[in-house]
């Protein structure tokens, strides 16, 4: 093209549109929840300090202007031991089997475990997709060690007979290199229009995301003693009839599900203050989300052992 001369329209065309869906992966705890929020800007999955916090696969939806990528939160891989432990490792290899991009998340504070090579092996087996090693946690961790924990990531792969097609370190805390992270996954992505309209952060339905917000204010402080005996089922969301326009109220009644009658004490507290503070913490979360005042009503349900029995876990949505 000589100077002066306008551009062709080849040369014009822009980068193409990329849309796409991306999943973490990794053991429970490894911060997959943290660093979903943290690239979608808002709370769309529930963190917690507890493994296995996640049963629902959450997307987040990450709009830019060049792409729009769709992050599908799985629950952490694990050898299960009941049922729903099975049904949850389900869950992740029927994820891995239909996204565009996988994220295998690892922290830098841990050395790489048995749980990681278990996960990287069931990776080496998806030829196709591409793969990202992110390590999570970088403000943990001095330089040094860092560097330690890269080098034994990119060895896995060698060891397991592929590539990662990038290795990242991340603190989704400390809002470094989030932004980076976003940069890399678009390129893998294929070219297509948008998935969800401006605007979605999530697909997730409403319901389900008040009650994954309820339990894990639920699980706040009670987790040393249920861990995974906690589930919360939304019976009803209706607004308030009666109010004016300007003073809308939400009205909410949610169950706690537990699996024995013993633990009922553990959740109500002493004078129903723990119950109490579930739900206080729950409410400013919930009305964050749904940007409406909401009157909360929690009641706690036994479900016996309803990790193993299939009728129960069906009712509770798993």
């Given at each position: 093209?000589?100077?002066?001369?306008?551009?062709?329209?080849?040369?014009?065309?822009?980068?193409?549109?990329?849309?796409?869906?991306?999943?973490?992966?990794?053991?429970?705890?490894?911060?997959?929840?943290?660093?979903?929020?943290?690239?979608?800007?808002?709370?769309?999955?529930?963190?917690?300090n507890r493994?296995?916090?996640?049963?629902?696969?959450?997307?987040?939806?990450?709009?830019?202007?060049?792409?729009q990528?769709?992050?599908?939160?799985?629950?952490?891989?694990?050898?299960?031991?009941?049922?729903?432990?099975?049904?949850?490792?389900?869950?992740?290899?029927?994820?891995?089997?239909?996204?565009?991009v996988?994220?295998f998340?690892?922290?830098?504070?841990?050395?790489?475990?048995?749980?990681?090579?278990?996960?990287?092996?069931?990776?080496?087996?998806?030829?196709?997709t591409?793969?990202?090693?992110?390590?999570?946690?970088?403000d943990?961790v001095?330089?040094?060690?860092?560097?330690?924990?890269?080098?034994?990531?990119?060895?896995?792969?060698?060891?397991?007979?592929?590539?990662?097609?990038e290795?990242?370190?991340?603190?989704?805390?400390?809002?470094?290199q989030?932004g980076?992270?976003?940069?890399?996954?678009v390129?893998?992505l294929?070219?297509g229009?948008?998935?969800?309209?401006?605007g979605?952060?999530t697909?997730?339905?409403?319901?389900?995301?008040v009650?994954e917000?309820?339990?894990?204010?639920?699980?706040?402080?009670?987790?040393d003693?249920?861990?995974?005996?906690?589930?919360?089922?939304?019976?009803?969301?209706?607004?308030?009839?009666?109010?004016?326009?300007?003073?809308?109220?939400?009205?909410?009644?949610?169950?706690?599900?537990i699996e024995?009658?013993?633990?009922?004490?553990?959740i109500?507290?002493?004078?129903?203050r723990?119950?109490?503070?579930v739900?206080?913490?729950?409410?400013?979360?919930?009305e964050?989300?749904?940007?409406?005042p909401?009157?909360?009503?929690?009641?706690?349900?036994?479900?016996?052992?309803?990790?193993?029995?299939?009728?129960q876990?069906?009712k509770?949505?798993?």
């Amino acid at each position: 093209m000589t100077a002066g001369t306008p551009p062709s329209p080849t040369e014009q065309r822009e980068t193409p549109h990329r849309s796409g869906f991306a999943c973490f992966v990794g053991r429970p705890n490894a911060g997959k929840s943290t660093l979903t929020n943290a690239l979608v800007g808002t709370k769309v999955a529930i963190t917690s300090n507890r493994p296995q916090t996640t049963r629902h696969t959450v997307r987040g939806i990450v709009h830019r202007p060049d792409a729009q990528l769709v992050l599908v939160d799985t629950p952490g891989l694990h050898k299960p031991r009941t049922l729903l432990g099975e049904r949850l490792n389900d869950v992740v290899r029927t994820t891995w089997a239909e996204v565009d991009v996988i994220g295998f998340c690892l922290p830098a504070d841990q050395k790489l475990g048995p749980g990681d090579r278990y996960i990287a092996t069931e990776l080496a087996g998806i030829k196709k997709t591409p793969k990202i090693a992110i390590v999570t946690k970088t403000d943990l961790v001095e330089s040094k060690q860092l560097a330690e924990q890269l080098i034994a990531i990119d060895r896995l792969g060698t060891e397991l007979g592929f590539e990662w097609a990038e290795i990242v370190p991340v603190s989704a805390v400390g809002d470094k290199q989030v932004g980076l992270l976003a940069d890399l996954l678009v390129p893998l992505l294929p070219e297509g229009p948008t998935l969800y309209p401006e605007g979605d952060l999530t697909d997730e339905p409403e319901q389900v995301m008040v009650a994954e917000l309820i339990r894990e204010a639920a699980l706040e402080g009670v987790r040393d003693e249920l861990p995974h005996s906690i589930a919360v089922v939304v019976e009803e969301m209706l607004p308030r009839e009666d109010r004016p326009a300007d003073r809308p109220l939400l009205d909410i009644h949610a169950n706690l599900y537990i699996e024995r009658p013993s633990q009922k004490g553990i959740i109500i507290g002493p004078k129903g203050r723990r119950l109490k503070e579930v739900g206080t913490k729950s409410r400013k979360h919930i009305e964050a989300l749904l940007g409406t005042p909401v009157f909360l009503d929690l009641h706690v349900k036994v479900a016996k052992d309803w990790q193993r029995d299939p009728k129960q876990l069906r009712k509770l949505g798993f």
